[in-house]
Antibody, heavy 117, light 107 residues
Framework: QITLKESGPTLVKPTQTLTLTCTFSGFSLSTSGVGVGWIRQPPGKALEWLALIYWDDDKRYSPSLKSRLTITKDTSKNQVVLTMTNMDPVDTATYYC?????????WGQGTLVTVSS | EIVMTQSPATLSVSPGERATLSCRAS??????LAWYQQKPGQAPRLLIY???TRATGIPARFSGSGSGTEFTLTISSLQSEDFAVYYCQQYNNWPSTFGQGTKVEIK
């Protein structure tokens, strides 16, 4: 059974750096073809891909956010970490991590991050 | 970046009726197209991948079709649990992109 769960702060101040951790079970991020990604959804709005890391450490970033994002993996801990710098109120959203092989068949429950002073 | 356009924005349907949702890509995505269902307060759920393959556990009333730039999700007979927002996603090119969603509401 594949599960994923996001963890991190629920409130960050403008200009701060956000660090989110995705802890997963039921699969290995060292298996060929497997990836874990981060997707966000502002309240009442659509989904937006942020970043994706593959089993071979290939990393993909949203072009519009690339300068602010870093994605890493710790295969031994079954974790993927996303950092986003210089947070702004427009970054307020629910952040999801997902198991991905192109499409995303398993998702975490999401974590709402509010950016406010 | 490939732009995904979904129509209509809102679809009002009576239970038991058929619902047809459309998704158009700004350039060809081959068959690398997925559909998701999202209910309030929940994460998206994968319904269809590869444009037409149902994900595990998805009822047969959900079907997907299309290739290239034009795609359709059909719900043959709407059940009460099907009223939700539906998103398409292309994963042919990075960045993967989602449509803006179609809300299926009770008529």
């Amino acid at each position: 059974q594949i599960t994923l769960k996001e963890s991190g702060p629920t409130l960050v101040k403008p200009t701060q750096t956000l660090t989110l951790t995705c802890t997963f079970s039921g699969f290995s991020l060292s298996t060929s073809g497997v990836g874990v990604g981060w997707i966000r959804q502002p309240p009442g709005k659509a989904l937006e891909w942020l970043a994706l890391i593959y089993w071979d450490d290939d990393k993909r970033y949203s072009p519009s956010l690339k300068s602010r994002l870093t994605i890493t993996k710790d295969t031994s801990k079954n974790q993927v970490v996303l950092t986003m710098t210089n947070m702004d109120p427009v970054d307020t959203a629910t952040y999801y991590c997902a198991h991905s092989t192109g499409y995303s068949d398993y998702w975490g429950q999401g974590t709402l991050v509010t950016v406010s002073s | 970046e490939i732009v995904m356009t979904q129509s209509p924005a809102t679809l009002s349907v009576s239970p038991g009726e058929r619902a047809t949702l459309s998704c158009r890509a700004s350039q060809s995505v081959s068959s690398n197209l997925a559909w998701y269902q999202q209910k309030p307060g929940q994460a998206p759920r994968l319904l269809i991948y590869g444009a037409s393959t149902r994900a595990t556990g998805i009822p047969a009333r959900f079907s997907g079709s299309g290739s290239g730039t034009e795609f359709t999700l059909t719900i043959s007979s709407l059940q009460s649990e099907d009223f939700a927002v539906y998103y398409c996603q292309q994963y042919n090119n990075w960045p993967s992109t989602f449509g803006q969603g179609t809300k299926v509401e009770i008529k």
